[in-house]
Structures are given as structure tokens and as C-alpha cells.
């Protein structure tokens, strides 16, 4: 499908608007829904280039899988987001894509054990086992970090969120 001379007119003024990964990204979006993905392939190399960080390149992967479906491609990108992952949650995050939009729970399951390897707190630990349970099914592995989250909670609002956790992801309403 051609692009009509309004959409190009007006891809072009967002290009030349554009400054960061998200601006590139978005473009690339919208000129690849209007069916034009070669142009689209251009803007996603170029958010690609000024991608900083692991959402940045998790979103952008995202974009290419499901606007171009380029598996290939995509995988490398989610390379570079691992790689440029800081924290737990940014494992946890890049782990859940990983499920959820490549499929591939090999590859998430050693990307969620880093996220567990640095997680020290309440909230990490529980949100890592309910992605577990969610993504992974992985209810054994859920609950030893549900213990290391039990062991770290403090306020009555942590108890609380645990066991709204362990009754919604586990069926455990006793422990809850």
C-alpha cells in the first residue's frame, strides 16, 4: 500500500522532529502500520543507535517484532537491553518481554535468576515471583523467593500485598 503525500509530508516532519529512541520508535511505528516498512526499517535502525538503556531497547525490539516481525533482529536488540540492564527490576522487565512477546522461556529463566541474584528487598522479591508464576508457571521457584519476600517485608502494606500474592498466584490462602 502507498503512502499518500500527506503521510509521507507528515512522517518526514516527525523524522526531522525526531531526537531520541522513543522519537525514531514512534515513527517507525506509525510508517510501518501505514504499510510502508522499509522507510520504518531506516527509523528503527536509528532509534536503535541512540537507545541508552534496557527499556529503551526492550520497547524498541518489542516494535520491531510486532511491526515487522523480525525475529532475528529483534533478538539482537534484546541482547543489547540484557546488556545494558542495571538492576533487578530492569532484568525482571526484559525477562517478562521475553516470555511474553519472543517466547522464549529458556532465555528468560537465565535472565530472571540475574534479577534474583540482586534483588534485596520486599518488593522485588514478591513482583519476581509473581512474574515467575505468570510467565514461567514456575510455582516451586515462586515460592523460595515468596519466602525471601515474607523474610523482608515490613510494613503492613507489604504483609498485605504478600498475601493478596500468595492467594492470586499460588492458591495458597493459608499461608496467606
Known amino acids: 500500500m ?3 503525500k500527506e ?3 507528515e512522517f518526514e516532519e516527525r523524522e526531522k522532529a525526531a531526537n531520541d529512541s522513543y522519537g525514531f520508535r514512534s515513527v517507525a511505528d506509525d510508517i510501518a502500520e501505514a504499510g ?18 534496557q527499556c529503551d531497547f526492550s520497547d524498541l525490539a518489542g ?10 533482529w529483534a533478538k539482537k536488540v534484546y541482547e543489547k537491553a540484557e546488556s545494558n540492564s542495571e ?32 534483588t534485596d528487598n ?10 515467575l508464576c ?3 508457571g514456575d510455582k516451586k521457584w515462586a515460592k523460595l523467593l515468596y519466602k525471601k519476600a515474607e523474610a ?10 504478600f498475601a493478596e500474592s500468595l492467594c492470586q498466584k499460588l492458591g495458597d490462602k493459608e499461608w496467606a
Do not use: G, H, M, P
Not at 523482608?152 to 500485598?161: G, K, N, P, Q, T
Open 152 to 161: 523482608e517485608a515490613e510494613s503492613v502494606w507489604d504483609f498485605r500485598s
Open 134 to 136: 505468570e510467565n514461567l
Open 2 to 4: 502507498a503512502l499518500t
Open 7 to 9: 503521510q509521507i509530508k
Open 87 to 118: 538492576d533487578c527490576s530492569d532484568f525482571r522487565s526484559l525477562a517478562d518481554n521475553l516470555c511474553e512477546k519472543l517466547k522464549d522461556k529458556e532465555w528468560a529463566k537465565k535472565v530472571y535468576k540475574k534479577s534474583e541474584e540482586i
Open 63 to 72: 516494535s520491531i517484532l510486532e511491526k515487522l516481525n523480525d525475529k532475528k
Open 122 to 131: 520486599f518488593n522485588d522479591f514478591n513482583d519476581l515471583a509473581e512474574s
Open 36 to 53: 510502508d516498512k522499509e522507510w520504518a526499517e531506516k527509523n528503527y535502525k536509528i532509534a536503535e543507535e541512540k537507545s541508552e538503556d
